[in-house]
């Protein structure tokens, strides 16, 4: 039985395992402002350095597959605090770097430490909170997350400005350290650990295998991976789309990314609020509807040249509104169904999304051309692919069906 929690207790919490879901975002946007004088200071390309961030990407995809069975055979705290131990020092190495290899070679072990945030916080969530509050404390955790690229930026480009780009590793590391004594105050433990769990290789493989088996988290890992995707299209063309094609200067598109930013922090309290009255299914049918339909007005508009850059601001605006509902619910509908995986389906959650949204980017990055229709297409083919994904389990027999998730949800 869940643990009642205090009004409190619980914004102490949810705070908590924010600033845990942060580490990998402040790790890698902080830095961005820093890379010419990366560059210059460490004697390679950009190029090079814009390795690093490829490094990280390639850290946490696979480091999330290490933590789940980690977090089932130990409990949830000690591995997050080797993690974060490991981050630390792989922060302290970034600083101290003298070659851009060294410094790839730390921000791979940077992110290999730093992901077990991430794959921590929604194992303790999923083990702390009833269903409907899950889904109601991810929307906190996407709120804190989406606020982070508007602010580390920001902060890099000062440290970096005031001092220099090493600085901003020591302060991720401060940063890091202070979350580590938070979560050591704060956090409950979570899950007990399961000593019956294996970490060979052969037995952590079938682990992942029992997790693919479950057609809930396969199906809504599936829906919120491909849909979810749609943000990184848009990242990774925005700055091209906006500054090079509309013409925006810096610091003005510094202003749509924090506007674009908002659109999907304001829906996840919208989604807080809306599952006081309906289902997170019922909420991802209607978002997924929507942000189809969005999509591919965008992607007709564009094509036909109509919009100029306000008005496709306004629509990319609607569109990302429903990134905010998909998300939160598409993950706690996922991890619904374990207690006993909850590491395990954590860990293939996030290595799966972060691996969809790392094809999905480098695919709009190949079909690179001197107009918005490549990113606009790639956000709507991501909407529409999260939509029949989700259409398709309804249409086959022994779907999940809305009566039982109303049951999961009582629950």
């Known amino acids: ?24 975002p402040f790790s890698i946007d902080m830095y961005l402002p820093g890379f010419p ?40 705290k000690k591995p997050l605090y080797g993690g974060l131990a490991i981050y630390i020092l792989a922060s302290i190495g970034c600083a101290l770097s003298q070659s851009v290899e060294n410094l790839i070679f730390m921000r791979f072990l940077q992110a290999i430490g730093g992901c077990a945030g991430m794959v ?35 902060l890099g480009g000062f440290v970096t400005a005031s001092y220099n780009w090493h600085w901003v590793f020591i302060i991720l590391a401060a940063l890091t350290a202070i979350i580590w004594i938070a979560t050591v105050v704060v956090l409950p433990s979570g899950a007990l650990p399961d000593r019956e769990v294996s970490l060979k290789p ?72 809306l599952l006081k ?14 942000q189809s339909f969005t999509g591919l007005l965008l992607v007709v508009g564009v094509y036909f040249n109509v919009y100029n850059v306000y008005s496709l601001i306004a629509l990319m605006f609607l569109f990302l509104t429903a990134h905010g509902l998909n998300g939160p619910n598409t993950t706690a509908l996922s991890m619904a169904p374990f207690s006993k995986n909850a590491g395990s389906a954590s860990a293939m959650l996030g290595s799966m999304r972060m691996a ?52 999961a949800y009582a629950s």
């Open 1 to 24: 039985m869940e643990k009642k929690y205090t009004k409190t207790e619980y914004f102490k919490i949810v705070l908590v395992l924010g600033a845990l879901c942060t580490i990998s």
């Open 37 to 76: 004088e990366m560059a210059k200071d460490l004697g390679t390309p950009i190029s090079n350095i814009q390795l690093s961030l490829t490094a990280y990407l390639v850290g946490i995809a696979i480091g999330q597959l290490f933590y789940g069975p980690l977090l089932d055979k130990y409990g949830r």
């Open 120 to 154: 921590s916080a929604q194992a303790i969530v999923r083990d702390i909170f009833p269903v409907k509050k899950t889904a109601q404390a991810m929307s906190l955790l996407v709120l804190v997350i989406a606020v982070s690229p508007m602010i580390a930026p920001t």
């Open 202 to 273: 052969k037995q952590v493989w079938k682990s992942y295998l029992k997790v693919l088996e479950n057609r809930q988290f396969l199906v809504y890992m599936l829906v919120g991976g491909i849909a979810g995707a749609a943000p990184f299209a848009y990242i990774a063309s925005s700055a091209d789309v906006f500054m090079n094609l509309y013409g925006v200067s810096e610091h003005q598109f510094g202003w749509i990314f924090a506007i674009l930013a908002f659109a999907m922090i304001g829906s996840t309290q919208l989604n807080h609020i």
């Open 277 to 290: 009255k309906f289902t997170s299914q019922q909420i991802i049918n209607f978002s997924l509807h929507y």
């Open 356 to 407: 969809i949204g790392g094809i999905v980017t480098a695919i709009v990055s190949l079909f690179h051309a001197s107009s918005a229709f490549p990113m606009v297409l790639g956000m709507a083919v991501c909407a529409l692919g999260g939509f029949v994904v989700l259409k398709m389990d309804q249409s086959i027999p022994g779907t999940i069906s809305r009566q039982r998730n109303r049951e």
